[in-house]
């Protein structure tokens, strides 16, 4: 069995990591347009994803950078589920994409770099240096 997630869609809260060696997290808003059967209007249904970013701190560091709100960005992982009680003793259920993988993608009208960014990869990145060449 597989159980991957893809999202493509553009940051609608910017990335936080609360304590070193904690996870980041992030929304990113993914949009489905469809034509209304009985009014003929295109409409748009939007979808919020919440992302949590496991890795090495210069990983964790390189996406807590780049996404930011607005950014368009590529998140493939897994769907995690989770149920939770609140403190007035109510359950809740959270589904959230554990990512494996993280590519930024220029804005429409940008021709900036476009930045991948893996666990596999981050691993080379060295903490000091702000002009290092990055391998991705």
Request: a negative charge.
């Amino acid at each position: 069995m597989v159980n991957i997630q893809l999202v493509l869609g553009r940051v609608s809260q910017a990335a936080e990591c609360k304590e070193p060696h904690r996870p980041v997290t992030f929304s990113v808003a993914s949009n489905k347009s469809y034509k209304d059967k009985e009014t003929g209007e295109w409409k748009s249904n939007a979808t919020f994803h919440d992302i949590v970013v496991f890795g090495s701190d210069d990983y964790k560091q390189y996406v807590l950078e780049r996404a930011i709100k607005g950014a368009v960005i590529f998140v493939m992982g897994e769907t995690n589920k989770s149920k939770y009680e609140t403190p007035s003793g109510e359950t809740r259920y959270s589904t959230r994409v554990i990512a494996n993988m993280v590519k930024f993608l220029p804005k429409q009208g940008d021709s900036s770099e476009v930045g991948d960014v893996d666990e596999s990869t981050s691993k080379s990145v060295a903490k000091d240096d702000d002009d290092v060449d990055l391998p991705f």
